[in-house]
T-cell receptor, first 112, second 112 residues
């Protein structure tokens, strides 16, 4: 069975610091996609970044970047120069075999 | 957001009553999904559809049924609502070859 694990239920960092959120997954598939989603208090799910498993290069979107280690099945999210607006729930997600599997989330607090 | 709407956005109902939630998309996406979100569980897949009249179960399908008679609409039905089905329900679609998921705004359902 495919699983996604986020080992950090909650984190807090000071504004402007860098923070890394962890995610590991388990699958027997070779071709798949990985995602990080942000869910602010508004509840809307917002795509932060995506990574195709066949690409070795780590994806980057402005202040957000990932460290994708396919052999280790690890997919961490790094937020640089964190901002108050980054405060949210973050979900790691895996898509394969037509199904999307989510981790349980990491609640991130950015402190002023 | 791929033009995904959900209705109703909020609903309060009583145990034992039937409830239908509607997801509507305007982008002609093939795949559509229903999730429920509960504290400590992240998003869990209820049912999904890979085409008109083609549906399959997710990990928490008991007590739920779905129908997809048109590409744009995916209905989730609780035949006899129970208090354990109090949750926030999200609909999502996949945009074909990019495999990026788009989410609706969510429906908060309370079963008394």
């Amino acid at each position: 069975a495919q699983t996604v694990t986020q080992s950090q239920p909650e984190m807090s960092v000071q504004e402007a610091e860098t923070v890394t959120l962890s995610c590991t997954y388990d699958t027997s598939e070779n071709n798949y996609y990985l995602f990080w989603y942000k869910q602010p208090p508004s509840r809307q799910m917002i795509l932060v970044i995506r990574q195709e498993a066949y690409k070795q290069q780590n994806a980057t979107e402005n202040r957000f970047s990932v460290n994708f280690q396919k052999a280790a099945k690890s997919f961490s999210l790094k937020i640089s120069d964190s901002q108050l607006g980054d405060t949210a729930m973050y979900f790691c997600a895996f898509i394969g075999d037509d199904k999307i599997i989510f981790g349980k989330g990491t609640r991130l607090h950015i402190l002023p | 957001d791929a033009g995904i709407t959900q209705s109703p956005r909020h609903k309060v109902t009583e145990t034992g009553t039937p409830v239908t939630l509607r997801c509507h998309q305007t982008e002609n996406h093939r795949y559509m999904y229903w999730y429920r979100q509960d504290p400590g569980h992240g998003l869990r897949l209820i049912h999904y559809s890979y085409g008109v009249k083609d549906t399959d179960k997710g990990e928490v399908s008991d007590g739920y049924s779905v129908s997809r008679s048109k590409t744009e609409d995916f209905l989730l039905t609780l035949e006899s609502a129970t208090s354990s089905q109090t949750s926030v329900y999200f609909c999502a679609t996949i945009a074909g070859s990019t495999d990026t998921q788009y989410f609706g705004p969510g429906t908060r359902l309370t079963v008394l």
